[in-house]
C-alpha cells in the first residue's frame, strides 16, 4: 500500500494538495452529468484543489425494488468515457460484483467498493485485478482498524494505489454517526482517506421507500474532516436536488459547492501549515 500516489496526474495524500470527488450520485443524462463535472472542475480548479468526477452506472443497493438505479453498465460507462474525454478530468464509478471490475477497470480511472460490500473477498481482490486505483468505503457495521484487511484483499488483487473512505457508522435505527477518530485510524494505515461528506449524512430507510437525510450537517462535517487531515473529500452534488433520481435527501446544491471548496481549501491549507 502507498500512503501517496497519482491518479491520472492528480496526486493524493503525502501532503498533496486536497483532492475533490464529485459529482451526481447516478448518472441521469450526460447534460446533467456534463454540467456538474463542468461545475466542480472550474470550481476545484480556482480553489487548487485536484478534481475527479464520479457517478454511478448502477445503484444496485437501493431501497425499493421500484427506485431508479441508473443507465446500466454499457451505456454508463460510455457516458462516463465521454466525460473523461470531453473534460479531461479522471473518472469514478463504483462497482458491485466481480464480474463489474475488469469492465468498468477498462473505463474508470478509479473502481470504487461500495460500504455494504466491503467485507467481500472476490469483489475486493476483483478490484485489486483491474491495477486501477481502489477507493474503498469503510462498511456502517466496521471498526476503522479493520479496514486494513479489506485494504490487503485489494493489494492481493494486484493494485497497492487503495484509497480508504469514511462515510459514518449505523448507531441505531435510520441514522449514522461520523466518528472523526476513524479518519485519523484509517490514514495510520498506511493509505490516503477519503471523506465522504454527503453519505454521512443519510438516514438509511427513513423516507419509507427510500432513504433520508440532513444536508445541513454537509458542511461542518466537511470541514471537521478536513481539518483532521483528510486527503481527499467524496460529494454528491446535483443541479436540482429535489429532482434527483437518486439521494435527493443528502445531495449538495451545486450552487453551493464553490462555497465549500473554498473553506474546504482554507482549512487544508492552514493544517498542511501547521504540520509542515
Not at 4 to 22: E, K, M, W
Not at 32 to 61: M, P, Q, W
Not at 241 to 269: G, N, V, W, Y
Request: proline share 5%; net charge negative.
Amino acid at each position: 500500500m502507498r500512503e501517496s500516489f497519482d491518479i491520472r496526474g492528480i496526486p493524493v495524500g503525502g501532503g498533496a494538495p486536497l483532492v475533490v470527488i464529485a459529482g451526481p450520485c447516478v448518472l441521469e443524462s450526460e447534460d446533467i452529468a456534463g454540467r456538474v463535472c463542468e461545475t466542480a472542475a472550474r470550481s476545484a480548479a480556482k480553489h487548487g484543489l485536484g478534481y475527479i468526477f464520479k457517478a454511478s452506472y448502477d445503484k444496485a443497493n437501493r431501497q425499493s425494488i421500484d427506485s431508479f438505479r441508473g443507465p446500466g453498465i454499457e451505456r454508463g460507462l460510455d457516458m462516463l468515457a465521454r466525460i473523461r474525454d470531453t473534460y479531461g478530468v479522471p473518472v469514478l464509478t463504483d462497482v458491485h460484483s466481480p464480474g463489474e471490475a475488469e469492465r468498468a477497470g477498462a473505463v474508470a480511472d478509479i473502481v470504487q467498493v461500495p460500504a455494504f460490500l466491503c467485507r467481500q473477498t472476490d469483489l475486493a481482490v476483483a478490484v485489486g485485478k483491474t491495477g486501477k486505483p481502489a477507493l474503498v468505503k469503510k462498511g456502517q457495521f466496521m471498526a476503522p482498524e479493520d479496514m486494513a484487511s479489506v485494504a490487503e484483499k485489494v493489494e492481493h488483487g494486484g493494485s497497492d494505489k487503495i484509497l480508504l473512505g469514511e462515510r459514518g457508522t449505523s448507531f441505531g435505527y435510520h441514522d449514522l454517526v461520523v466518528d472523526m477518530r476513524s479518519l485519523v485510524i484509517m490514514r495510520s494505515l498506511g493509505c490516503p482517506v477519503v471523506f465522504d461528506c454527503t453519505h454521512s449524512v443519510q438516514k438509511p430507510g427513513a423516507a419509507g421507500g427510500s432513504s433520508g437525510g440532513d444536508p445541513r450537517f454537509i458542511d461542518p462535517l466537511a470541514r471537521a474532516a478536513v481539518a483532521c487531515g483528510v486527503d481527499a473529500v467524496f460529494i454528491e452534488t446535483h443541479p436540482d436536488c429535489s429532482s434527483a433520481l437518486c439521494d435527493a435527501a443528502t445531495m449538495l446544491p451545486l450552487d453551493q459547492l464553490d462555497r465549500l471548496l473554498e473553506q474546504l481549501a482554507a482549512i487544508h491549507d492552514l493544517g498542511h501549515a501547521e504540520r509542515g
